[in-house]
């Protein structure tokens, strides 16, 4: 009996309208079920319209829902990466900065020290790497900037931007470089674009054949 009443509130709810999810959350019946006891009932085009739509709503809830907990995920693992690194020591930052110039400096040759990025905090970091880890008078840094030429009508916006990084003087910037060829990263937002940085220190050839040694007791170690 109770069976029977199930299966015709089922098709009476069908026969309204109601799409397979509503009815087995009202009667609490499997779903595969409801469709079973639905499956000879032709919705009207109308009906069929607000199942549709009711779908969509529903595709773009879940897609929220993931895009929700994904930002709650990047937040969390973002908060441990930062605690599990805490304090950095002295010789951490410098076997880092080490490290850094390994993967960007100037290493071919015999010249002095080079190191060229596009990353402001990286570029931030070295320099106090070479002050405080390396006991460089920031006198002796200069730097150039390298941008695009499309982008030359906003050097005096990217300066700015790069002297406030660096903490250098406007005297310790060489005359920008502009590179004449196609961009091929596209900046959705061009102000975005701040060129690649270019940093030296003067009478650095001994200072580099020191980081080379550093390197190599890296890769020794």
Known sequence: MAHTFLRDRARLL???GKSLNEITRSIDVPKSTVRYWCRDIILSSIQQERLIKMQRMGGARAAEA???RRIKLTERLFKEGVR???DLTRRERF???IALYWAEGYRKGNQEFGFTNSDPQ???FLIRWLTYSCGI???RVYARICINVSYQNRIKEISRFWRR???LDQSQFSNPTFIHVANRKKYLDKSGYYGLLRIKVKRSTNFRR??????????KG
Do not use: D, S, Y
């Open 122 to 124: 990286m570029v931030r």
């Open 210 to 219: 020191k980081i080379m040694g550093w390197i190599a007791g890296i890769v």
């Open 165 to 167: 990084i660096t903490k």
């Open 137 to 139: 008078n920031k006198k």
């Open 84 to 86: 599990e690194i805490g």
């Open 95 to 97: 076997l880092i900065g």
């Open 66 to 68: 993931i895009r929700a």
């Open 14 to 16: 069908r026969g309204k």
